[in-house]
């Protein structure tokens, strides 16, 4: 067991961490694969919380992220947006979730010349991934004491595709009769989300449409430094992880803001049904933010990222 | 006289033979005529203000106006009447209002009537702040231009067994060049810096790819203009944090869509945006991109300002840049001054009231 380091070490979370490696290796046959043993944690430990990968341009694997996805069927990409008191924004208030599917869709790589100058490219919607994510989607909101889903699409001009998304999610709402079920298109959504983002709660979608609302609404809240991001796996595994990048230039530096990953592991801790652990570790975040004396640099301070933690870690300790 | 005068002379002239009399009038009293498609709903209300408001500042448009709710024709398909048709074709410029959609009419959507019969390959939106319509934002200046014909709006869908469907997104090399090249000619045109190609290619390889190969070699032959290349996520990702930093934005159908609704969200919505289209031939309608507003229609309610932003678009398009400068500036004084605004800017004045007051600044300016 790695030396903690983390606010939930020192605060008594009970977790215990197993570190692994996922960079890809070549397995029997050829085929790329995540090493073994990073397999056979996560299979067993069902939970992950994962920091930034690089890709490497021209190392012949795929994109690490997109092995992780294949390997544990993670259908589900959720973020939680919640406005930052104290990390100011031209927004506050916004406190929404989106729920993109990230399977299928216009994400599925298939793509054909028809003739020179001319090129398909396929969006696939099943039926059985529509419904998968529809259902993930509110049982969430029931879980976490979310109002209503909204499905977004464009079955007005994707009459089939979309058309099919949009009906299973209206079958698995009947399910669901507690929680408020609507349907907005893509366009509108992008149009009201950027004049008044707090009529939204939590919204379900298709892959591309989830790629860019996912990241349209982290810059509402301030960015990729400060959002967190799930992803939800068949066989209850579930990946936690920070969604910027790995910030060479300032690595090794203690510049770094870890926000994003904290946030991330305390979503972690909330699936894992460790409430207590995890609003208390968010409330030391969110007030150190707030208190604006010691931040890291990309949150306008000039504290160092042990100071910053450190800072955390005293506050956890207080609230106990 | 000198050889080359008198040949330019006897070009002119028979040019003025060679061309329709109705637009050689048009030439020798120096109006231009522009078909006037005022919709549905508000449509005609502020139709009228925009043509009170060009009286008021003197632009030489000659109004013609049409209907374009679709009929049948010959062989029972659907086209507009062909008095639209014949005036756009001749005019070559519309200024258009809303239109309903009807849910059960059985004909298709005028908007995409209209599209398909003029080739309108580029809708264009410029976003800018309004100085005294409050946003979240200020100083945003930026152009959206979207490929309006292919891309994921394509059409072709198909079942592939129950349960499993597929929708198909074509790129052709093009379209692509098109609006590409439409894109720098727009930067150029109007003293812009900069052309933003916005892509997946990182995921959409041959697709996204080859829309984003044309973009690179059509910028080779606007080397006074910047190009570079932004994946769809990060624009929006960034729009929302620092939309400053955007100046003409190109990209394929449904990023357009996203993209352009987006824009027109930080700026103040659709009350307040204008829009271009722009086709083959030389066509180029104009329009408002809010909806019918029945609930307010003909009661004085309306607010005028996209179609007249639409329509002073329309008028730098057409090289009238004098009168497009003065009614948009009528236009953006009159709501930073607060006095006389409609209901949806925050005021309580009839549109007939906002509209007098913009035709009296425009008169004050001349």
């Given at each position: 067991m790695p030396p903690g380091r983390l606010p939930g070490e020192v605060f008594r979370a009970p977790i215990r961490w197993e570190e692994r490696n996922v960079t890809a290796i070549k397995g029997p046959g050829g085929k790329w694969m995540i090493p073994p043993d990073a397999k056979e944690s996560m299979d067993r430990s069902?939970?992950?919380?994962?920091?930034?990968?690089?890709?490497?341009?021209?190392?012949?694997?795929?994109?690490?992220?997109?092995?992780?996805?294949?390997?544990?069927?993670?259908?589900?990409?959720?973020?939680p947006c919640i406005s930052i008191e104290g990390?100011?924004?031209?927004?506050?208030?916004?406190?929404?979730?989106?729920?993109?599917?990230?399977t299928e869709g216009e994400y599925s790589g298939i793509e054909h010349v028809i003739v020179d100058g001319v090129v398909q490219s396929i969006k696939l919607i099943t039926e059985e991934a529509s419904r998968r994510i529809a259902e993930y989607a509110f049982e969430y909101a029931r879980n976490n004491q979310r109002n209503s889903v909204t499905a977004v699409h464009k079955a007005n001009i994707m009459r089939m595709s979309d058309g099919l998304f949009l009906r299973k999610c209206r079958e698995v709402a009947e399910n669901y009769k507690d929680i408020k079920f609507t349907e907005m298109y893509l366009d509108t959504v992008c149009l009201n989300m950027v004049q008044d983002p707090t009529q939204f709660d939590v919204l379900v979608m298709p892959n591309l449409y989830g790629d860019i609302l996912s990241d349209l609404?982290?810059?509402?809240?301030?960015?990729?430094?400060?959002t967190p991001s799930g992803n939800i796996g068949a066989n209850g595994v579930a990946i936690f992880e920070s969604v910027h990048g790995t910030a060479p230039d300032i690595a090794g530096l203690d510049m770094a803001n870890p926000t994003a990953l904290l946030l991330s592991a305390v979503m972690m801790l909330r699936h894992m049904g460790l409430h207590d652990?995890?609003?208390?570790?968010?409330?030391?975040?969110?007030?150190?933010?707030?208190?604006?004396?010691?931040?890291?640099?990309?949150?306008?301070g000039n504290s160092k990222c042990s100071e910053f933690t450190a800072e955390i870690c005293r506050r956890v300790q207080d609230l106990e």
């Amino acid at each position: 067991m790695p030396p903690g380091r983390l606010p939930g070490e020192v605060f008594r979370a009970p977790i215990r961490w197993e570190e692994r490696n996922v960079t890809a290796i070549k397995g029997p046959g050829g085929k790329w694969m995540i090493p073994p043993d990073a397999k056979e944690s996560m299979d067993r430990s069902k939970i992950g919380l994962k920091g930034p990968l690089k890709t490497p341009i021209a190392a012949g694997h795929p994109s690490m992220n997109l092995l992780l996805r294949k390997t544990f069927d993670l259908y589900a990409n959720v973020r939680p947006c919640i406005s930052i008191e104290g990390y100011k924004t031209p927004y506050t208030d916004v406190n929404l979730v989106t729920i993109r599917e990230n399977t299928e869709g216009e994400y599925s790589g298939i793509e054909h010349v028809i003739v020179d100058g001319v090129v398909q490219s396929i969006k696939l919607i099943t039926e059985e991934a529509s419904r998968r994510i529809a259902e993930y989607a509110f049982e969430y909101a029931r879980n976490n004491q979310r109002n209503s889903v909204t499905a977004v699409h464009k079955a007005n001009i994707m009459r089939m595709s979309d058309g099919l998304f949009l009906r299973k999610c209206r079958e698995v709402a009947e399910n669901y009769k507690d929680i408020k079920f609507t349907e907005m298109y893509l366009d509108t959504v992008c149009l009201n989300m950027v004049q008044d983002p707090t009529q939204f709660d939590v919204l379900v979608m298709p892959n591309l449409y989830g790629d860019i609302l996912s990241d349209l609404c982290a810059g509402l809240i301030g960015g990729l430094g400060v959002t967190p991001s799930g992803n939800i796996g068949a066989n209850g595994v579930a990946i936690f992880e920070s969604v910027h990048g790995t910030a060479p230039d300032i690595a090794g530096l203690d510049m770094a803001n870890p926000t994003a990953l904290l946030l991330s592991a305390v979503m972690m801790l909330r699936h894992m049904g460790l409430h207590d652990h995890a609003h208390k570790i968010q409330m030391a975040c969110f007030d150190t933010i707030r208190d604006k004396k010691v931040l890291t640099k990309d949150l306008g301070g000039n504290s160092k990222c042990s100071e910053f933690t450190a800072e955390i870690c005293r506050r956890v300790q207080d609230l106990e």
